[in-house]
């Protein structure tokens, strides 16, 4: 879906390149998510896919279609993009401010204004309570609402967001987080996230871009990166608790051993405790609450296998290679 | 003896001057808001040039008004009259304007116009939806000065024929008779003070009420 082939950009008077060497590709209705330190260029990279800047060299696809050959403001009502600063228009009414870019599209006055309602509704505000108010009558938390819906308006099929839960507490962000996968559930959209938090990277991402002075240092799966980081910079971004990151990923029924027959007494199992689908961290956590260390794994109310303590410990040391 | 009585006894001279000093003042206004608003808007987009019009503005502005009436009347085809005391006042009004424009312009934080860029907007777009609905209350404010400021100099027109309070300051001058100078000056002031609250409401009824709050209003 977007093809970033070799792109380089180096600003006027700078002495390196802000970008440098990056290719990647995002798959159709994946959230690709760009993480790395303040400075490291990917607001940079971001922005030379909608065009806002342009790259030195290297080619840049959309659909196949060279973005350069484009019309930008053509281009860029197609891509919905939340901005780093949110930048809402504070002489709009918040309805306004999502209305922009389908008012662009000229679309009519009852569809946008329907859209308007929903998309409002759709990110958690109630457009009775906020839709006429101005941006500065919001919380922070309220105007990044907005900076999304806006950017979903005219249900682009891609999407760029530049850190769009930066300006919030990380109680509201985690809510912010989830909400935006449920409702990616269904968008299905091709989404390039920009984010420092390599938590909040772990949990978006369908993939990982690790950007480290404008080169991208890894790329993979969460998982892969997790299990094997490239670098020690790799390494230190993952943080200390890249064991316990990577429990939160895995399923508790990929390191069960599963029962051959349903056995007929649940003998010192204390019956079903976790599912399969749970990440292992859920199943560590029970451990420690009925102080024992293997729990009963389920497939809905049948028990199919047992977790064990050993088991968990054994493959953070396979995983991660810290262990003897 | 006082400048209340003055005004009673001259009714007739009184009213024939205020209507000239308000018609003035209108016309002044009318023609210098089109152009120096164009102007601002032009040079907003164009920095190489708005240092140099800028510039030309305060110098302009800095020259004394009597001797700028004085010359432009000796030019060919002006002479004395209105048609002098407009173009003059309209060159008065350039500095306030122009500049209160392009400041407002390029006072516009510069993430929402990236937002606008974004967001698939042309440059005419974030002009005219984003950059000047966001100057206003700049603009607004420069109108302002402006109204106050041509109000005030033109009275020196009366020295080059025009038939409006300065005349009633001048003579008032020349004969010593402060009621005069008094009733003149105090209609000045209220007819700028009247144009400048006439600004205000249309300045309220303007600029969006989620920029009232940067304003501090
Ligand atoms: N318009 C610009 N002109 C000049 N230099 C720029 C410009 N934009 C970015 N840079 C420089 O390019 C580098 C990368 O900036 P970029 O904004 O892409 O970083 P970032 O990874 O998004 O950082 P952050 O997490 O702080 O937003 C920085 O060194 C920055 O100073
Ligand atoms: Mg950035």
Redesign the interface.
């Known amino acids: 879906m977007i093809r970033v082939d070799n792109i380089k950009k180096t600003f006027p008077g700078a002495n390196s390149p802000a970008v440098d060497q990056v290719t990647f590709n995002v798959n159709e209705g994946n959230i690709c998510v760009f993480v790395g330190p303040s400075g490291c260029g990917k607001t940079t990279i971001l922005?030379m896919i909608?065009r806002?800047i342009e790259p030195d060299q290297g080619d840049i696809f959309i659909n196949g279609k060279d973005v350069l050959e484009m019309n930008p403001?053509?281009?860029?009502?197609t891509i919905g993009?939340v901005?780093q600063?949110?930048?809402?228009?504070?002489?709009?009414?918040i309805e306004a401010n999502v209305a922009?870019?389908p008012g662009?599209l000229k679309w009519p006055r009852d569809k946008t204004r329907q859209r308007v309602l929903e998309l409002l509704e759709m990110v958690g505000l109630r457009p009775g309570e906020v839709g006429h108010k101005?941006?500065?009558q919001l919380s922070g938390g309220q105007m990044q609402r907005v900076g999304v819906a806006?950017a979903l308006a005219a249900d682009p099929p891609i999407m760029l967001m530049d850190e769009p839960f930066g300006a919030v507490d990380p109680i509201v962000r985690i809510r912010l987080q989830d909400e935006f996968l449920r409702l990616q559930q269904t968008f299905k959209k091709t989404i390039c996230f920009v984010t420092h938090d390599i938590n909040e990277a772990i949990k978006m991402g369908d993939y990982l871009v690790i950007v480290n002075q404008g080169r991208i240092v890894q790329m993979g799966t969460p998982i892969e990166v997790l299990t094997s980081p490239a670098d020690d910079f790799v390494l230190r971004l993952l943080g200390d608790d890249r064991g316990v990151k990577i429990l939160d990923l895995t399923r508790s029924g990929s390191l069960m051993e599963s029962f051959q027959a349903p056995p007929k007494t649940s003998a010192g199992i204390n019956g079903c405790i976790v599912q399969a689908i749970q990440p292992v961290k859920i199943a560590l956590e029970m451990m420690m609450k009925n102080n024992s260390d293997q729990v009963g794994v389920c497939s809905g109310d049948k028990i199919v296998g047992i977790l064990t303590w050993n088991s968990i410990k054994a493959h953070i040391n396979r995983v991660s290679g810290d262990g003897p | 003896m006082n400048f209340y009585g003055f005004i009673l006894d001259n009714t007739g001279l009184v009213l024939e001057y205020t209507l000239n000093h308000i018609s003035l003042v209108a016309v002044v206004l009318f023609f210098s808001l089109i152009l120096w608003i164009a102007v601002g808007l032009v040079i907003s987009r164009y920095d190489r040039i708005a240092g140099t019009i800028i510039s030309l503005g305060s110098i302009v502005f800095c020259i004394p008004s009597i001797s700028l009436f004085g010359f432009f009347m000796s030019v060919p085809g002006l002479g004395l009259g209105r048609r002098t005391a407009t173009l003059v006042l309209v060159i008065y009004a350039m500095m306030p304007l122009v500049r209160s424009v392009y400041m407002g312009i390029k006072s516009v934080d510069p993430s929402v116009i990236d937002a606008g860029k974004g967001m698939g907007m042309t440059g005419l777009q974030i002009l005219f939806k984003i950059q000047v609905p966001m100057a206003w209350p700049m603009v607004f404010a420069g109108i302002r000065v402006t109204v106050v400021l041509i109000t005030g100099i033109a009275t020196m027109a009366t020295f080059i024929g025009e038939k409006n309070l300065g005349r009633l300051i001048h003579q008032g001058i020349t004969r010593g008779n402060a009621d005069m100078i008094i009733a003149g000056a105090v209609i000045v002031s209220l007819i700028a003070l009247a144009i400048d609250y006439i600004m205000g409401r249309i300045e309220k009824k303007i600029t969006s009420p989620g920029l009232r709050f940067e304003a501090g209003k």
């Open positions: 922005r909608n806002l403001a053509t281009l860029r009502r993009y901005i600063q949110i930048g809402l228009l504070p002489h709009r009414t922009l870019v662009l101005y941006p500065h806006r």
